[in-house]
């Protein structure tokens, strides 16, 4: 079974620029999960989508959006680009069978870096 | 609100030693879930296990053992017999009932090195 992918692994972008990250969850898995990781914030919850739809939302601004397509695959976007922006990026998938009784599984990350 | 605190933010140990991992947690939330995840320096976090707050059971896999405590508000995490490729980054994590696995709130991690 495929785990969960992300492209780019690595991203550099200038000051003021968008950019659009992609999570592919392993197959079967209907949610999608979005996570910050910074070495001053540590890990943060961005958002979740199931079935296409938003379902939770951590505390980032409004730059920081997300969608989900119906075969489970899941972009965010970041917009207008700051350099504390620059991190690693985690995708989680899981099932929603048993919400809490199941395990999130993550991709290696898309390493963002803003210059 | 919810709280994970991973107080010790290094740990470096010589191989075979044991060494556990401190995780606290705050919650106000009656069923929860624990988690423990590693993460190598590929990035990925790599999925240990999962905890019931209704299951206080300990758990022991192989050289990895945890140790959950609800009177300490306590999910500790120890290596038995240690060795160089248990060198990673390691987070507790907790989730809430109706939040699930899909909104997990992260301890700070704490860093093991394991010197041959």
């Known amino acids: 079974k495929a785990g969960v992918t992300q492209t780019p692994r690595y991203l550099i972008k200038t000051r003021g620029q968008q950019v659009t990250l992609s999570c592919s969850p392993i197959s079967g898995h209907r949610s999608v999960s979005w996570y910050q990781q910074t070495p001053g914030q540590g890990l943060q919850f961005l958002f979740e989508?199931?079935?296409?739809?938003?379902?939770n939302k951590g505390n980032f601004p409004g730059r920081f959006s997300g969608r989900q397509f119906s075969n489970s695959r899941s972009e965010m976007n970041v917009s207008t680009l700051e350099l504390g922006d620059s991190a690693l990026y985690l995708c989680?998938?899981?099932?929603?069978?048993?919400?809490?009784?199941?395990?999130?599984?993550f991709g290696q990350g898309t390493r963002l870096t803003v210059v | 609100a919810q709280k994970v605190t991973q107080a010790q933010t290094e740990i470096s140990v010589v191989e075979k030693e044991d060494v556990t991992l401190d995780c606290v947690y705050e919650t106000r939330d009656t069923t929860y879930y624990l988690f423990w995840y590693k993460q190598p320096p590929s990035g990925e976090l790599v999925f240990l296990i999962r905890?019931?707050?209704?299951?206080?059971q300990n758990e022991i896999s192989g050289r990895y053992s945890w140790n959950f405590q609800k009177s300490t508000s306590s999910f500790n995490f120890t290596i038995t017999a240690s060795q160089v490729v248990d060198s990673a980054v390691y987070f507790c994590?907790?989730?809430?009932?109706?939040?699930?696995?899909?909104?997990?709130?992260f301890g700070q991690g704490t860093r093991l090195t394991i010197n041959p």
């Open positions: 989508y199931f079935s296409e739809t938003q379902r």
């Open positions: 905890r019931n707050s209704f299951d206080e």
């Open positions: 994590a907790l989730s809430a009932r109706f939040q699930g696995a899909q909104k997990l709130v």
């Open positions: 989680a998938s899981s099932s929603e069978m048993y919400r809490g009784r199941t395990e999130a599984f």
